[in-house]
């Protein structure tokens, strides 16, 4: 019986980094790993999957830029924490290499899961939802930086979208909102005040409590994108 770890084959010397990639992630995923555990020596990798240590660093290095893994020095390489605000972060570099047109397919993909999830909002919105995003707004509305601005407009969204109870939907909105928040920083459009932020917040909630589908998936595409113009300023 092979003693290779689940996912892990030898790769051929031709077969450049990418596969080497590839390799580990499948090694990681079916291989159960969760956050912090700790993989393979550099040794048994190489080992196992028939490439130099050359290959197999650049391999890693490649995961640890996003950030799929982090490395140790002398201690080896052990399974991060993957989630929204990470994958975000990672990639945020790109908002400074993005064109316009980039940028507004986000807006346009953040339009898309937001407007589309309205149905099932409205439909499950509670008494005890209402507090909670109510409670959200007030703190928007006394964000003392930009910062804590951007996180309370995040969590005001994300929250939305938890309450159409599909965690697929909450996972990608979350991911998208950090995107924002991270690609704000980058704009050269002037702030926006808490008071102000919230108050169209607001108007919004208020459209959404109305239990009018059609009118508050409409205001929610004119608020996400009117994110879009300011792009554009």
């Given amino acids: 019986m092979s003693t290779q770890p689940l996912g892990l084959r030898?790769?051929?010397?031709?077969?450049?980094?990418?596969?080497?990639?590839?390799?580990?992630?499948?090694?990681?995923?079916?291989?159960?790993f969760k956050a912090g555990d700790k993989l393979l020596s550099e040794k048994e990798l190489c080992s196992r999957l028939s490439v130099s240590r050359t290959v197999l660093r650049e391999a890693l290095r490649a995961l640890e830029a996003v950030g799929i893994?982090?490395?140790?020095?002398?201690?080896?390489a052990y399974v991060s924490d993957v989630n929204a605000t990470t994958i975000a972060q990672h990639l945020s570099p790109l908002f400074e290499m993005s064109s316009d047109a980039d940028l507004e397919h986000m807006v346009q993909a953040r339009a898309a899961v937001e407007v589309g999830a309205i149905p099932f909002i409205i439909?499950?919105?509670?008494?005890?939802?209402?507090?909670?995003?109510?409670?959200i707004l007030q703190s928007l509305g006394k964000s003392k930086s930009v910062?804590?601005?951007?996180?309370?407009?995040?969590?005001?969204h994300v929250a939305l979208i938890e309450i159409a109870g599909n965690p697929l939907l909450t996972e990608f909105s979350s991911f998208l909102a950090k995107f924002f928040a991270i690609g704000?920083?980058?704009?050269?459009?002037?702030?926006?005040?808490a008071e102000t932020a919230a108050e169209?917040?607001?108007?919004?909630?208020?459209?959404?409590?109305?239990?009018?589908?059609?009118?508050?998936?409409?205001?929610m595409s004119r608020h996400i994108l009117e994110w879009s113009r300011k792009l554009k300023a």
Wanted: proline content about 4%; charged content about 30%.
């Fill in 200 to 219: 169209l917040h607001r108007q919004l909630l208020d459209v959404i409590e109305s239990g009018d589908i059609p009118a508050a998936q409409e205001a």
């Fill in 147 to 156: 910062d804590e601005l951007h996180r309370a407009e995040e969590e005001f």
């Fill in 184 to 193: 704000k920083k980058y704009m050269p459009w002037g702030s926006i005040s």
């Fill in 69 to 76: 893994i982090h490395v140790k020095d002398g201690a080896g």
């Fill in 10 to 32: 030898p790769v051929a010397k031709n077969t450049l980094v990418s596969q080497v990639v590839e390799s580990l992630k499948t090694y990681i995923i079916n291989g159960g």
């Fill in 123 to 135: 439909q499950r919105y509670t008494r005890g939802d209402a507090e909670r995003i109510h409670k």
